[in-house]
């Protein structure tokens, strides 16, 4: 008979951590919604010196769309316009995926790859470990864990790679002047 009682109060407990992972979600939607119809300069953080193919060209956010429930943030690298960043608020939570798309606008054969946010985040970070669609669609990024923070002064958004727990790429963008 404790079986059923043990049930109900691990549906409690899961719908208590979800609730928790919701009401840290929300705030940190709110705060990157603040961020809509702006333009922010980066720089390429990790690695340093040069060692990935972004080092040293002008990086760039464009914060144009904002849904209800979506906010789509394109992603220059300097002429490279194919990446955009969408964070959408589903019922069971937030999720980041990454769009690549051809200069024609037809999606690249490696797009829409990403996860769902954990219950590890703030309303400052949150984490978006690489769900089943990423690992099927790149094996090699089955590990991966992206995370996008703001730094609680306003002033820098940071968008961060790691794969197999180790760093693998930061860009940090300076949210203090806009771009035109």
Same mark, same amino acid.
């Given at each position: 008979m404790r079986?059923? &009682?043990l049930y109900r109060f691990a549906i409690l407990i899961v719908f208590v951590l979800?609730?928790?992972q919701l009401a840290a979600q929300s705030p940190f939607l709110e705060k990157m919604r603040t961020l809509?119809?702006?333009s922010y300069g980066g720089r390429v953080v990790f690695p340093e010196?040069? &060692?990935d193919p972004f080092s040293g060209q002008a990086l760039s956010i464009h914060v144009t769309s904002c849904k209800a429930r979506e906010i789509r943030i394109p992603f220059h690298v300097g002429a490279d316009?194919?990446?955009t960043w969408v964070l959408t608020q589903l019922p069971e939570g937030l999720q980041l995926k990454h769009d690549h798309r051809h200069e024609d606008g037809t999606p690249d054969e490696i797009t829409m790859y990403g996860g769902m946010a954990n219950a590890a985040g703030t309303p400052w970070v949150q984490y978006f470990p690489a769900d089943a669609h990423t690992a099927a669609l790149i094996p090699a990024a089955?590990?991966?864990e992206w995370s996008l923070q703001l730094s609680q002064d306003g002033k820098t958004l940071s968008y961060i790679l790691k794969r197999d727990g180790a760093l693998r790429f930061r860009a940090d963008?300076?949210?203090t002047t806009t771009l035109h």
């Open positions: 079986s059923p &009682a979800a609730g928790q809509c119809g702006n010196g040069g &060692a316009r194919s990446r089955a590990t991966n963008f300076d949210l």
